[in-house]
């Protein structure tokens, strides 16, 4: 026993399908994640996929499933999951619901994979709205930020949820017994912030979770907590600036170092870029729907793909969405 | 005639009065900024700063002014104002409200300095809310974000008078003839955000400014646009993490040089440090007021404090709040 399957939607991403197939061989190979093939259902234009496996080395054993469109990087998600019914995602999310895998991972479309998967799999019983969380591993210490985008206008009750949420991952998948929750705003004091954010920190603190209180922009970086609770908005600006501002800097120093006749050996660059990349964790997380899924981002490469899948076959053995609904009815958590 | 006084609270930073009297002794230094003495009015202790300058080497000139009392960092603003009315800071407005004065520039209680100048000066006809403007040096084009704090539930009309304000201090002070304003938001495309955002793109783009639409937190670093708005809460969260994580990410990159037994240079590590540092451009700048009002950081060095003088003597000498006054009443904004 393998334990349930885990669906690749083989057709999303910038290097699709080549990267994702790639990735789907590498999770598979000792040293990598050590994904028993047949555990992994590939989704997407069969006879595409089977002569690609051949060139790269031969099917594993993978389970593959075809199916007949593609929703593309540029498309309207709403649009594009009506036009486009046997979409390589859409038959990912099908697989779940119908019990035959219990996670999903898509590189493509990120709001075709949250809305195939929201309206798909329905959110979890007692969750109000799904929150989509990312990983970072800047400090040694993994470091949880959610929501990323799925809401960008939430509630206080939202915000609990995600904290809440959040916790049964870091328990899970990331080895932290007691992880801190802060809530991201303006100031450390309580009483800061938007209405919206004091009456998250009201319910946070009387939530039973491992609450530290109000964080501020830097305390990203000073390991103050293992959870970042902020709204989709402050949350997609933060990871986005955060993405683009290590690539810049990173590269505005090789530059500086280069003129200086100066290297940064090659893995010392390689711990640095690891220590940025939240693709070295896996992907984004959809957590609160009836599912495991991961979406990484479009342009993943093999390794992306293939810690994307490692991430999903983690919360999917950790049981991550039942155990979310474990916690949101226990009594400290209502 | 050398223009209109500058008043410094002397007494406001972590390592006031000294840092604060450095950096006007350098801001009147040829080489630096070159302010002439006679124009820059320091407000703290007399009997101190008297001592002190002459400790320093002598006084060249300064106009000086008593202050009985001090706002500390951690006093709460709005109690310390009302307890402290001979404080430092509200000695500096008062000298600008009484038209001895131009411009304020404090280090101390940042929200003590909003409080005292917002209330002492008032809001320029036509400004609804005052904004605080952070300009940053990233990529060798200034880049003025705001606001940084002041307004953290803004309405629309707040965010596109951001977005005229900053585009009359970028065209008066940064040598900016048409500077592009972009809209922080969550994706690109006209639509996006929450109803707050979608009203301010369609004020703005009925604005006659030069909008270049919705900019993604990853565009900070890009170039796109001259002037980012976006509203209180967001940008004090960007603000704090971009200063945070550029330090962070530099520590972590010399810690990696120095294992690799690599070295920067002290120019490229100086070029490196400029470029992420918005002190390099002076300090805050609270847009809106009757006033120039340049708010340091409480650490500023005196090379700080110099920067955050001669910003105020441009704004001043470019008659920044009178702009902004005829800007607003312009038909192409109303």
Redesign the interface.
Known sequence: MTGPLIALDVMGGDDAPLATLKGALLACKAGAARIPPERLLLVGDQPRMRSMLAELGGDPGFQLEHAAQVIEMGDSPAQALRAKPDSSIARCVAAVKAGRASAVVGMGNTGACVGAATLGLGTIPGVRRPGIAVTLN?TGQPLTILDM?AN??PKADHLLQYGAMASVYAQGCLGQAKPRVGL?N?GEEKGK???LLKEAHELLESSGLEFVGNV???????GVCDIVV?D???G???????????Q???G??LG??E??G????PS??G??KH??DYQSYGGALLLGVNGVVVIGHGRSDERAVANALAQAVRASDARVPERIERGLAAPSRS
Chains 1, 2 share one sequence.
Request: glycine share 12%; aromatic share 10%.
């Open positions: 800047l985008g960008i206008a991201l303006v912030g938007t209405d501020e922009g830097g305390d990203i970086f000073r902020t989709g908005f402050t997609n600006v933060v990871l986005k600036l955060l993405e683009q501002f290590a810049f800097f990173l505005k120093i500086e170092l003129r200086g100066a290297k940064l050996s010392a660059l711990s640095l220590s940025i």
